[in-house]
């Protein structure tokens, strides 16, 4: 493991320690001075994570005459708002020689993320669960003003994972680890599209490190669903290479397409469930097996024969893909968020007509690839239902009808081209939506 660790890191551009194993957290206080000699330490947690772990580092820090604050969100549930990025930074201009300690899951390293990039800064986290792939990411997905977005900025220096602490988290914060590494698999099949498109060239340090240990990281549902701290311990080296591919490209294209956008959409409305907001990766988990459904059917296509010509003559100029935008996200939060997104990924008659004539002249090859990528909708569930995760709307209070009702938001809400993108040029997307929540389907509306 170590060796693969070393490896890993070598793809990294921002983070340069990654201790992982049980009780590491006693060394933080050596990893902090090492990465930030004569600086105090900030440490950040919430009302759950501070008995978690906080309080122990606190004390660490303390024990090892390291200066050291401490600062705890009352929340009990809370997710990663500007306002409270406005906090932590407010916790920095008041102590300007400090640097931060994130201890928590996501939400409070993406605080801390973008807080130490705008004060010009790097700052060290442990994480107190395997929920997301977001530790080490380039980035930080903060909603604001009322946009999900993702504001971009560097990773830790040093994440300290204590495994004793992560698999000792609640089991649902687990499962949805489980699930947003799982959306690597539908995404990887997007981000080879893209490559054919050209739009999205494959960055291949970022698609190795990732997609090549991929299947096994995920290969034990029964051990994450036990809490066996082996199987939790591989769950989150694939989390944390998820986001060593993201420092490596730049972007968050290794690690998130559409399987993310529906969890987007949710974040954007506010949507709730028993009155509670749902969690990242519990959302991306109705997507991720959203997208799985529809690589399923799209695979059952031929493409061999499609006809190039007619699909590049009937696609829509640039004027009326906009106003069906503009339409489709009337009344929205951001009612231009869709004109704006989709104007980046436009392409012309004769982009379309080449696009698609590379499908059509590969197809029976390129249908073999998705097919060794993208795993079956039934496999993908069957390990959520496993693991614990969402493995079907109803689970966060999504009705089919609801999810289908998103699908046209989330074909154009991001620049990235996406598999639905590739079915309207071809003119296959109507084709899809019924295979997938028609009669029979695997979002079946009026059999969920």
């Known amino acids: 493991m170590q060796d693969r660790i070393a490896k890993a890191l070598g793809i990294a551009t921002d983070t340069r ?3 992982m194993g049980s009780g590491v957290s006693g060394k933080a206080p050596d990893v902090f001075r ?3 000699p004569g600086k105090k330490a900030m440490i950040v947690a919430d009302v759950h994570t501070w008995p978690a772990l906080g309080e122990k580092v606190y004390a660490a820090f303390r024990g090892a005459g390291i200066p050291v604050e401490r600062d705890i969100i009352p ?31 996501g939400v409070i390293n993406d605080l801390c993320k973008l807080s130490s990039h705008h004060h010009g800064q790097s700052y060290l986290t442990l994480p107190t669960a395997a929920s997301v792939d977001g530790y080490t990411s380039f980035g930080a997905s903060i909603t604001y003003q009322g946009l999900k977005q993702t ?13 004793d602490v992560i698999a000792a988290a609640p089991k649902e914060l687990t499962a949805a680890g489980y699930a947003d590494l799982a959306a690597k698999v539908p995404c990887g099949a997007e981000w080879m599209i893209a490559d054919l498109f050209g739009t999205e060239p494959i960055h291949p340090a970022a698609w190795h490190v990732l997609q090549d240990v991929l299947d096994g990281m995920l290969s034990d ?37 559409t399987d993310h956008l529906f969890s ?49 003559a009937a696609w829509p100029s640039l004027e009326e893909e906009q106003a069906r935008a503009r339409k489709v996200f009337e009344g929205f939060v951001d009612p231009e968020l869709g004109v704006r997104e989709m104007t980046k990924k436009y ?62 938001y989330t074909q154009l809400m991001r620049y ?14 109507d084709a899809l939506v019924e295979k997938v929540f028609g009669p029979g389907g695997a979002w079946d509306v009026n059999a969920g």
């Open 151 to 163: 504001f971009e900025c560097p990773a830790p220096v040093a994440v300290v994972a204590d495994i």
């Open 264 to 312: 987007h959409y949710l974040d954007m409305t506010a949507h709730r469930y028993k009155g509670k907001l749902q969690s990242h990766g519990f959302q991306v988990a109705i997507g991720t097996l959203t997208m799985c459904a529809f690589f399923d059917a799209f695979l059952e296509m031929d493409l061999s024969t499609l006809d190039v010509d007619a699909c590049a």
């Open 347 to 408: 392409g012309d008659k004769a982009t379309v007509r080449e696009q698609l004539a590379k499908v059509r002249d590969n197809w029976p090859a390129l249908r073999e690839q998705y097919r060794a990528q993208v795993w079956p909708f039934e496999k993908m569930r069957e390990c959520f239902q496993i693991v614990g995760a969402p493995a079907d709307p109803s689970d966060i209070g999504v009705s089919r009808q609801m999810l289908k009702d998103m699908v046209p």
């Open 17 to 19: 320690v990654f201790e």
């Open 34 to 36: 090492n990465c930030f």
């Open 75 to 105: 929340e009990k549930e809370f997710h990663a708002e500007w306002s409270y990025v406005e906090r932590v930074d407010a916790l920095l201009d008041a102590h300007p020689s400090a640097v931060l300690v994130s201890v928590g899951s």
């Open 416 to 429: 990235r081209i996406n598999l639905l993108d590739l079915a309207k040029r071809a003119r296959i997307y």
């Open 221 to 257: 549902p029964e051990g994450v669903a036990a809490g066996d701290p082996d199987a939790i311990a591989l769950l989150f080296e694939g989390l944390t290479y998820s986001g060593f591919a993201m420092q490596a490209a730049r972007s968050s294209r290794p690690a998130s397409c």
